[in-house]
């Protein structure tokens, strides 16, 4: 499994604001990327939270597997009893609004509160965080109905915290793409690597996608052999026959195997695979997988 850390003196930077501005906010927006729903959690929001009430928000869903999308909806509803919503924020014209209902639910018992009081709720103001490149931008532009902020497929766009008027019924806090210090597992860093949410200069793409070429064969077992038209199911035999079947080579016998992985993740990135999810969500009563 490759090792996989990644985190630069910004990232270290927007985590000390964020603490900072935490106080200043009724509830937290948290993007995950509906295909690593659970290797794209930042562990450290959770310690910085301070209780605020909190939306998961799994994006990028038009790439991830629909059914395993219902199941980890399902699961952080259930398990984690937090509120949840899986949107296509690229092309779905109505997740703007969709979002801002459910941050009206979210904080609906501290706003009824203040109506009993006859205070009049001001807009809500929460915490739009997240990895890097999860479409934090493209969300806030949606709310927004304009392209407010740069939003770009590649992680590192955002570097400062900034607020935004996003709605008369919420203010939005954007933040920079923030990752964890250190990954709990090789296999976190590695999903978020092939996902694209960690800065690709830094990684041994051979070794990477290999690492991905298992994973997927594991849970959808034949799908890159009927793709290349291959037999291999060791992941360095498929990247062979990528190239073969790419023509990619480096002389007349010798195959281009990092260029084949470089194509097999760009592949990936961009659904050329199908609609896959690279975690199943799991079943705590039991430890066990859910079923797909």
């Given at each position: 499994?490759?090792?996989?850390?990644?985190?630069?003196?910004?990232?270290?930077?927007?985590?000390?604001?964020?603490?900072e501005r935490l106080k200043a906010v009724d509830m937290i927006i948290e993007l995950r990327d509906a295909r690593?729903?659970?290797?794209?959690?930042?562990?450290?929001?959770?310690?910085?939270?301070?209780?605020?009430?909190?939306?998961?928000?799994?994006?990028?869903?038009?790439?991830?597997?629909?059914?395993?999308?219902?199941?980890?909806?399902?699961?952080?509803?259930?398990?984690?009893?937090?509120?949840?919503?899986?949107?296509?924020?690229?092309?779905?014209?109505?997740?703007?609004?969709?979002?801002?209902?459910?941050?009206?639910?979210?904080?609906?018992?501290?706003?009824?509160?203040?109506?009993?009081?006859?205070?009049?709720?001001?807009?809500?103001?929460?915490?739009?965080?997240?990895?890097?490149?999860?479409?934090?931008?493209?969300?806030?532009?949606?709310?927004?109905?304009?392209?407010?902020?740069?939003?770009?497929?590649?992680?590192?766009?955002?570097?400062?915290?900034?607020?935004?008027h996003a709605d008369p019924n919420l203010d939005l806090l954007d933040t920079p793409g923030v990752l964890w210090?250190?990954?709990?597992?090789?296999?976190?860093?590695?999903?978020?690597?092939?996902?694209?949410?960690?800065?690709?200069?830094?990684?041994?793409?051979?070794?990477?996608?290999?690492?991905?070429?298992?994973?997927?064969?594991?849970?959808?077992?034949?799908?890159?052999?009927?793709?290349?038209?291959?037999?291999?199911?060791?992941?360095?035999?498929?990247?062979?026959?990528?190239?073969?079947?790419?023509?990619?080579?480096?002389?007349?016998?010798?195959?281009?195997?990092?260029?084949?992985?470089?194509?097999?993740?760009?592949?990936?990135?961009?659904?050329?695979?199908?609609?896959?999810?690279?975690?199943?969500?799991?079943?705590?009563?039991?430890?066990?997988?859910?079923?797909?």
């Amino acid at each position: 499994m490759v090792k996989v850390q990644w985190y630069p003196g910004h990232m270290e930077k927007a985590r000390r604001e964020m603490v900072e501005r935490l106080k200043a906010v009724d509830m937290i927006i948290e993007l995950r990327d509906a295909r690593i729903p659970q290797a794209s959690k930042n562990p450290m929001l959770a310690q910085m939270a301070q209780n605020k009430p909190r939306l998961i928000v799994l994006s990028k869903i038009d790439k991830a597997d629909p059914k395993a999308t219902e199941e980890w909806v399902n699961y952080f509803k259930k398990q984690e009893n937090v509120s949840c919503i899986a949107l296509d924020l690229m092309n779905d014209a109505k997740c703007g609004k969709k979002i801002i209902q459910e941050a009206l639910n979210v904080t609906k018992e501290k706003r009824d509160k203040q109506i009993a009081k006859g205070i009049h709720p001001r807009a809500v103001r929460a915490m739009a965080c997240g990895i890097p490149n999860v479409g934090k931008s493209t969300m806030i532009n949606r709310i927004n109905g304009r392209n407010t902020v740069k939003a770009a497929d590649k992680p590192g766009v955002t570097r400062s915290l900034t607020w935004i008027h996003a709605d008369p019924n919420l203010d939005l806090l954007d933040t920079p793409g923030v990752l964890w210090p250190r990954f709990d597992d090789e296999l976190t860093g590695s999903l978020l690597a092939a996902v694209g949410s960690i800065n690709d200069d830094i990684l041994d793409k051979k070794m990477l996608a290999m690492d991905t070429i298992h994973v997927i064969q594991d849970l959808y077992p034949g799908l890159l052999e009927d793709i290349y038209e291959s037999g291999e199911v060791n992941p360095n035999g498929m990247l062979k026959a990528i190239a073969r079947k790419r023509q990619f080579k480096l002389g007349e016998d010798v195959l281009d195997v990092k260029r084949a992985a470089e194509s097999f993740l760009t592949d990936l990135r961009h659904g050329k695979f199908g609609r896959l999810t690279l975690e199943k969500a799991e079943n705590e009563e039991d430890n066990k997988t859910v079923s797909q």
